[in-house]
């Protein structure tokens, strides 16, 4: 099985290192896969702060069910 495994995995290097060495080579690659990123960045950031704010308003709300001021 570990042998098995060893071959396997042998067989993807060339694959990867292919992928890798166009993508260093090509910076149209290079820089779409850059925006990319940027893009999703700006959503997670997004989403955080808006659970952010779901979080402090479920806070308020819960103190002043339990008459607490929410500082």
């Known amino acids: 099985m570990h042998n098995e495994q ?3 995995t042998r067989r ?5 290192y292919t992928l890798a060495h166009e993508t260093q080579a090509n910076p149209e ?7 990319h990123i940027e ?3 700006k959503r997670v950031w997004k989403a955080a ?5 779901q979080a ?3 806070l308020s ?3 002043m069910e339990n008459g607490e001021v929410a500082a």
């Open 12 to 16: 993807r290097l060339p694959v990867n």
């Open 61 to 63: 709300t819960s103190l």
């Open 29 to 35: 690659v290079v820089l779409a896969q850059h925006e």
């Open 39 to 41: 893009v999703f960045e």
């Open 6 to 8: 060893f071959h396997r």
């Open 56 to 58: 402090r308003d479920l």
């Open 49 to 53: 702060n808006a659970l952010q704010v």
